[in-house]
């Protein structure tokens, strides 16, 4: 089975632009979270999609959002871009059943200058 | 408000050493615990799972333990590898949260040829 896949791997934006970045589910998978990683705040939980519908949501400003297809593939965006926006976005993905385990994508790395 | 620390926060052994890593977690009411490995500039990839109900997990050179009542995971690697340098992840899933991981902020392992 292929991996977890985010694309773009890399972006780099300027202050007060919009980014989408995506992520495609190992197949079978319909549960999608995303993680901002920073050097200073760890790992952080952004949302969590399941069937299209927001399942959970962490601690973050109305500017991160994010979205889910019918074929399970997900999408955040970031709107009016912050330097502190700079980190690695993760998305995970696993079944439903919330005893198995999470996967992880390589990531996208966002440089907001 | 669960919380999450790993001890110590970086670590350096020769190769061939055994070595425990630590993981405390603030709420016993956890689903289950999951260790990851993250190397650099990477995502995430996932080392065991271990339900709440269970007590150890293993997989090759890694042993993973679980107490839950005293909040805290270890992580033990059998004969260490220059190949097992990696910052090395605990995270605790919530039972009534679905899918969102609570990370600790990791342990930098380096392991000396």
């Known amino acids: 089975k292929a991996g977890v896949t985010q694309t773009p791997r890399y972006l780099i934006k300027t202050r007060g632009q919009q980014v989408t970045l995506s992520c495609s589910p190992i197949?079978?998978?319909?549960?999608v979270s995303w993680y901002q990683q920073t050097p200073g705040q760890g790992l952080q939980f952004l949302f969590e999609?399941?069937?299209?519908?927001?399942?959970n949501k962490g601690n973050f400003p109305g500017r991160f959002s994010g979205r889910q297809f019918s074929n399970s593939r997900s999408e955040m965006n970031v709107s009016t871009l912050e330097l502190g926006d700079s980190a690695l976005y993760l998305c995970?993905?696993?079944?439903?059943?919330?005893?198995?385990?999470?996967?992880f994508g390589p990531g996208t790395r966002l440089l907001v200058l | 408000k669960q919380e999450v620390t790993q001890i110590p926060a970086a670590l350096s052994v020769p190769e061939g050493e055994n070595l425990v890593l630590n993981c405390s977690f603030t709420?016993?009411?956890?689903?289950?615990l999951q260790w990851f490995r993250q190397d650099p500039g990477k995502g995430l990839t996932s080392l065991l799972l271990i339900q709440s109900s269970q007590r150890e997990q293993t997989s090759g050179r890694l042993n993973a333990s679980l107490d839950k009542s005293s909040g805290r995971s270890t992580l033990y690697i059998a004969a260490s590898q220059p190949g097992d340098s990696a910052t090395y992840l605990c995270a605790v899933r919530l039972g009534n949260q679905g899918g969102k991981l609570i990370f600790g902020q990791g342990t930098e392992l380096s392991v000396k040829p």
């Open positions: 709420d016993s009411a956890i689903y289950n």
């Open positions: 197949s079978g998978h319909r549960s």
């Open positions: 999609y399941f069937s299209e519908t927001q399942r």
């Open positions: 995970a993905s696993s079944t439903r059943d919330v005893q198995e385990t999470q996967y």
